[in-house]
């Protein structure tokens, strides 16, 4: 047996049901979630929120993760009429995109 197949199974799910998690899905959150949803794509929360939301914090600021690549996300947030800022961070895997002119959000493939 490999050494992670031990490990794996001392890990534990969790579920959160925290308010500090529900307040960060504002409307354009929520918009970002369904639209990922409607090109069944995932969308995770990634990075120090992660961390943040366990320890029952709202997050300042959050990062996510997703199954779809930048040529996927531009075309999804074109049909969508979603804004996409700055492009520099698609050689990287990112692609940030600003909804609703209020809240901006950075999106990387899973690697």
Same mark, same amino acid.
């Given at each position: 047996?490999?050494?992670? $197949?031990?490990? #794996?199974?001392?890990?534990?799910? %969790?579920? %959160?049901? =925290?308010?500090?998690?529900?307040?960060?899905?504002?409307?354009?959150?929520?918009? #970002? @979630?369904? =639209?990922?949803? !409607?090109?069944?794509?995932? #969308?995770?929360?990634? $990075? $120090?929120?992660?961390?943040?939301?366990?320890?029952? %914090?709202?997050?300042?600021?959050?990062?996510?993760?997703?199954?779809?690549?930048?040529?996927?996300?531009?075309?999804?947030?074109?049909?969508?009429?979603?804004?996409?800022?700055?492009?520099?961070?698609?050689?990287?895997?990112? %692609?940030?995109?600003?909804?609703?002119? !209020?809240?901006?959000?950075? @999106?990387?493939?899973l690697r």
């Open positions: 047996m490999n050494k992670v $197949g031990p490990v #794996l199974h001392q890990l534990k799910k %969790i579920t %959160i049901d =925290t308010d500090s998690f529900w307040k960060i899905f504002t409307p354009e959150l929520t918009q #970002l @979630v369904n =639209t990922f949803k !409607k090109y069944d794509y995932e #969308l995770r929360i990634a $990075g $120090g929120a992660v961390r943040d939301i366990i320890m029952d %914090i709202v997050p300042e600021d959050i990062d996510f993760a997703s199954t779809a690549t930048p040529p996927q996300m531009k075309e999804m947030f074109e049909k969508e009429h979603i804004r996409m800022l700055h492009k520099k961070g698609e050689e990287h895997g990112t %692609i940030t995109c600003r909804i609703n002119e !209020k809240q901006n959000f950075e @999106v990387t493939t």
